[in-house]
């Protein structure tokens, strides 16, 4: 799903898709926090970027391939908490609630994502606190 640079960006910050999120899922700029990560990951599901997905992925736990549900619609994110995770730390948790919907479900995925910075960019590692709701 293509979203209009001025449409709110699907991670609620509050800022435009094309000021917000967009820059990184085109690659002109990384997250500088693991926040900022979490919330591109989620507006990457939103739009249907699977290749900014698996780049974000760190190498070791990475999938091979990933694939997008086109019929799940996420449409709002919720931070719980943050553990570090700043531009100057090498690790960090972010506790978020995801909220979804399909044509015949909804529901919510909690999770406490771990991510790691290397070379300067932040990856999703893992997420040793996933529950569906």
Do not use: K
Not at 25 to 38: K, S, W
Not at 56 to 63: D, E, G, M, V
Request: neutral net charge; charged residues 25%.
């Amino acid at each position: 799903m293509l979203l209009p640079e001025n449409a709110r960006c699907p991670c609620l910050s509050g800022l435009p898709y094309g000021e917000c999120c967009a820059p990184l899922h085109r690659g002109e700029r990384v997250a500088p926090t693991a926040e900022q990560l979490m919330r591109s990951r989620f507006s990457a599901f939103a739009v249907g970027d699977a290749a900014y997905l698996l780049l974000t992925w760190h190498p070791t736990t990475r999938p091979a391939s990933l694939e997008v549900d086109e019929r799940m619609r996420w449409y709002r994110l919720d931070i719980v908490a943050t553990v570090r995770g700043g531009p100057l730390d090498t690790r960090g948790e972010v506790e978020f609630a995801a909220h979804w919907r399909t044509p015949d479900d909804r529901g919510v995925q909690r999770e406490r994502s771990a991510f790691v910075r290397e070379g300067g960019r932040w990856f999703y590692l893992d997420a040793p606190g996933q529950r569906q709701g």
